[in-house]
């Protein structure tokens, strides 16, 4: 019996107010969006269409730079490739689920493997921002062939010791000055926290 082909998942991505380019807004009127200006031409490799991406959502990082991006499992309708074999423009999508904390698109396994073998930086950089594994992150922050990705991991890293040792010892400028803020955002923190006195008691 020959194994079922598994099935094709394409993500769309929203700003967190729901507004895309130009301040459209796909969903305001429910479920399924409809691109305004559709036009089939696969020659056009930007606009005139909804984008989406196969593989994983982060690959949408590629092609546009969201500030706080909420992504969606949907599914389109009349796809016409775009610029690369991940990437789709379509007349028409359905959401069918917002991706949650607990999705498993953002599961450690398949965010540690974009962050190692993703080609494009940004996606790799984005998945690192999605990381919360403080012992990957520090992994990647030493140990990462590309400097831009031990900077992002830098960014998220809370061990000084670990920060300190970046900030003198890494290859990269940029990845040195980002462990230096990093390791003062960190010191500024603590320094902000209230400290409480210990209270004391008379015996008796």
């Known amino acids: 019996m020959s194994k079922k082909k598994p099935k094709t998942q394409y993500y769309y991505s929203t700003e967190a107010d729901g507004t895309t380019y130009g301040g459209f807004r796909?969903?305001?009127?429910?479920?399924?969006?409809?691109?305004?200006?559709?036009?089939?031409?696969?020659?056009?490799?930007?606009?005139?269409?909804?984008?989406?991406?196969?593989?994983?959502?982060?690959?949408?990082?590629?092609?546009?730079?969201?500030?706080?991006?909420?992504?969606?499992?949907?599914?389109?309708?009349?796809?016409?490739?775009?610029?690369?074999?991940?990437?789709?423009?379509?007349?028409?999508?359905?959401?069918?689920?917002?991706?949650?904390?607990?999705?498993?698109?953002?599961?450690?396994?398949?965010?540690?493997?974009?962050?190692?073998?993703?080609?494009?930086?940004?996606?790799?950089?984005?998945?690192?921002?999605?990381?919360?594994?403080?012992?990957?992150?520090?992994?990647?922050?030493?140990?990462?062939?590309?400097p831009d990705v031990r900077e992002a991991a830098v960014g998220r890293l809370e061990d000084q010791k670990l920060l300190g040792k970046i900030a003198q010892g890494d290859a990269d400028r940029y990845v040195r000055e980002a462990a230096i803020k990093r390791l003062e955002k960190l010191q500024c923190a603590e320094e902000a926290r209230p400290r409480h006195k210990a209270r004391h008691t008379d015996g008796g």
Request: glycine share 8%.
């Open 26 to 146: 796909p969903f305001d009127s429910g479920d399924v969006a409809v691109a305004p200006d559709w036009n089939p031409d696969p020659r056009i490799e930007c606009g005139q269409g909804l984008h989406v991406v196969t593989g994983h959502p982060l690959r949408s990082h590629e092609f546009v730079k969201r500030a706080n991006p909420v992504y969606y499992e949907v599914q389109p309708r009349e796809l016409v490739p775009a610029c690369t074999g991940r990437k789709y423009r379509c007349h028409s999508l359905r959401r069918l689920r917002r991706l949650r904390r607990n999705s498993p698109e953002w599961s450690l396994d398949r965010l540690g493997k974009m962050v190692q073998e993703d080609a494009d930086r940004y996606v790799r950089r984005a998945a690192v921002g999605r990381l919360e594994d403080q012992k990957l992150l520090g992994k990647i922050a030493q140990e990462g062939t590309d």
